[in-house]
């Protein structure tokens, strides 16, 4: 495992003399003469000649002197429990939350999902940087599976998901978890139960449920108004979709449409939810399981797959499509270097972003065994994509190859990637961290 950091603190390193040795894969070398609390995770300890060197323990609990390019991702520490398809949000002040998930993604197994809450506290993130893993309380609820994590009226809520993967016993819980101080209270339901929905702030947008025995969409957004969730409009943005917020609202892409054989094809449209949902200009290219992300002034869509006519257990390739949007409008910026899908991206606070994790095939939300996720990083820097490993080697920018990493920001700080689907429908339990750029 490679461990590499991103740092944007420039203070000089005492002894910095001693760290001139690394290696070819890693640029890691072991420091015997340097100390470090083992409850601090990795320490960002500034740069020198343009190089990030920082100090902290290995996967093999060593400690470990890091050099590393910017535009790199640090290891932290590890979740208490491997997840995948939980929920990540930013909570201020350096801290972030992951809750729900499961062990596994693998709906012939019908994992059933934790109540664990983690609670990753980032700061100081000035000259260094600390952070330990705790479980917070879990008592309001059972664990869930699918479920957004997102900031409304100031409350952290947790909203939605199933209590299973399998298929048969999947029903989406309209139900909200308000966070708060490391304790958990019921909050405001929803109209309808919800399960691989997304969320931004008051407004929450399509998912999935199951009745009487059938596969149910959820063809309608909702706002947090008052203190209780109302409908706000119909979408057709219901699975597989991407959002990011912008100038126009909560902008709602792409997604998978489904018909009544139970084949599903992407489709190109977008909604704006701001009070109520509008039409927004569509995507260049028909897309599902994308990803999208807020870069400002800007917002960026990438990869998915744009496929027709799938079954569900078809195994699609993936695009290398990257499209901009700005002024209500998508521009092509493609194509990235490699094609992803069910990856996340990460913004770094001046315009670029890394593009994280994926598979080059997808299988629905699912991961099939025969498919081994990207543990490479992809540099947006402006105009174009950039490739920060060889994507068919173990040299990795994420701590663990994973599809569906969770991810959350905080300006000014920094976002963590939490957590995915490793190789054989496997969770992960990495904790990785990307500072902010000034």
């Given at each position: 495992m490679i461990l590499v950091l991103l740092a944007c603190n420039g203070s000089e390193v005492e002894g910095i003399e001693l760290l001139e040795a690394r290696n070819q894969l890693g640029l890691v070398r072991s420091m015997d003469e340097i100390t470090v609390d083992r409850e601090d995770g990795v320490r960002v300890d500034g740069w020198i000649d343009g190089e990030i060197v920082a100090v902290g323990r290995g996967p093999d609990d060593t400690e470990v002197v890091l050099f590393a390019e910017l535009g790199r991702i640090a290891w932290l520490d590890d979740l208490e429990e491997s997840r995948t398809l939980g929920a990540a949000v930013s909570i201020g002040e350096g801290r972030f939350l992951y809750g729900g998930g499961a062990s596994r993604a693998d709906e012939a197994e019908g994992e059933t999902a934790v109540r664990l809450f983690d609670l990753f506290d980032g700061t100081p993130m000035d000259s260094s940087l600390s952070g330990a893993l705790t479980v917070a309380d879990d008592t309001a609820t059972g664990g869930r599976i699918g479920l957004?994590?997102?900031?409304?009226?100031?409350?952290?809520?947790?909203?939605?998901?199933?209590?299973?993967?399998?298929?048969?016993?999947?029903?989406?819980?309209?139900?909200?978890?308000?966070?708060?101080?490391?304790?958990?209270?019921?909050?405001?339901?929803?109209?309808?139960?919800?399960?691989h929905?997304?969320?931004?702030?008051?407004?929450?947008?399509?998912?999935?449920?199951?009745?009487?025995?059938?596969?149910?969409?959820?063809?309608?957004?909702?706002?947090?108004?008052?203190?209780?969730?109302?409908?706000?409009?119909?979408?057709?943005?219901?699975?597989?979709?991407?959002?990011?917020?912008?100038?126009?609202?909560?902008?709602?892409?792409?997604?998978?449409?489904?018909?009544?054989?139970?084949?599903?094809?992407?489709?190109?449209?977008?909604?704006?939810?701001?009070?109520?949902?509008?039409?927004?200009?569509?995507?260049?290219?028909?897309?599902?399981?994308?990803?999208?992300?807020?870069?400002?002034?800007?917002?960026?869509?990438?990869?998915?797959?744009?496929?027709?006519?799938?079954?569900?257990?078809?195994?699609?390739?993936?695009?290398?499509?990257?499209?901009?949007?700005?002024?209500?409008?998508?521009?092509?910026?493609?194509?990235?270097?490699?094609?992803?899908?069910?990856?996340?991206?990460?913004?770094?606070?001046?315009?670029?972003?890394?593009?994280?994790?994926?598979?080059?095939?997808?299988?629905?939300?699912?991961?099939?065994?025969?498919?081994?996720?990207?543990?490479?990083?992809?540099?947006?820097?402006?105009?174009?994509?950039?490739?920060?490993?060889?994507?068919?080697?173990?040299?990795?920018?994420l701590p663990e190859p994973a599809a569906f990493p969770r991810a959350a920001t905080e300006e000014g700080v920094g976002s963590v990637l939490i957590g995915g689907t490793r190789l054989h429908a496997a969770a992960a339990r990495q904790v990785g961290f990307v500072p902010w750029t000034p």
């Open positions: 957004t994590a997102h900031v409304a009226d100031g409350r952290v809520l947790f909203s939605g998901g199933a209590p299973d993967i399998g298929m048969g016993e999947e029903t989406a819980a309209a139900s909200t978890v308000i966070w708060e101080d490391g304790e958990t209270r019921l909050g405001p339901p929803m109209t309808i139960g919800r399960a929905h997304i969320a931004s702030g008051r407004a929450v947008v399509g998912g999935r449920t199951l009745g009487g025995g059938e596969m149910l969409f959820r063809a309608t957004a909702e706002e947090l108004q008052g203190g209780a969730f109302v409908e706000v409009g119909a979408t057709e943005r219901v699975f597989g979709h991407a959002g990011a917020e912008t100038a126009d609202g909560f902008l709602v892409c792409g997604g998978a449409a489904f018909n009544s054989q139970g084949q599903w094809t992407p489709t190109s449209g977008c909604d704006a939810v701001d009070a109520q949902v509008s039409h927004a200009d569509d995507l260049p290219q028909a897309l599902a399981f994308g990803a999208m992300a807020d870069l400002g002034d800007t917002a960026l869509f990438t990869g998915g797959t744009a496929s027709t006519d799938n079954t569900q257990w078809e195994l699609v390739p993936a695009s290398d499509a990257a499209y901009l949007y700005e002024d209500g409008a998508w521009t092509e910026v493609g194509p990235m270097q490699v094609p992803r899908a069910q990856h996340t991206i990460v913004p770094l606070g001046d315009g670029r972003a890394l593009v994280v994790g994926g598979v080059s095939e997808l299988q629905l939300e699912l991961l099939s065994e025969d498919v081994i996720p990207y543990s490479c990083a992809e540099l947006w820097n402006g105009s174009s994509f950039e490739l920060l490993d060889d994507c068919s080697e173990l040299i990795s920018s």
